[in-house]
């Protein structure tokens, strides 16, 4: 329970500065660069991720949360976005949680 609550703190502290906002509170996670993703500080990097978990996960009716298989999908984007600054990071997601 208290890494959930601390994914939610993160996301709470992404900055409305990460990517193209949609509004004052907003960011379009299409418009975030994999080179932002790695270029970006631990807690704004981890809002990203969490974010793209939930995003496929309730695409797939996956309700579950696993810390390890989600760190190993952070190493796995980071890893990917390194090599791939200029795509999104949907493509990226895309591409690595298929894997």
Request: with cysteine.
């Amino acid at each position: 329970m208290k890494q959930l609550l601390l994914a939610a703190a993160m996301a709470a502290g992404l900055s409305s500065s990460t990517a193209n906002a949609a509004g004052p509170n907003e960011v379009d996670v299409a418009s975030i660069s994999c080179k932002y993703l790695v270029n970006a500080s631990k807690d704004d990097a981890g809002t990203i991720m969490i974010w793209l978990h939930g995003f496929f996960a309730g695409k797939s009716d996956d309700t579950t949360f696993n810390m390890d298989s989600f760190g190993k999908s952070a190493e796995q984007m980071g890893a990917y976005c390194a090599e791939h600054p200029d795509i999104g990071v949907m493509s990226a997601a895309k591409t690595v949680f298929a894997q």
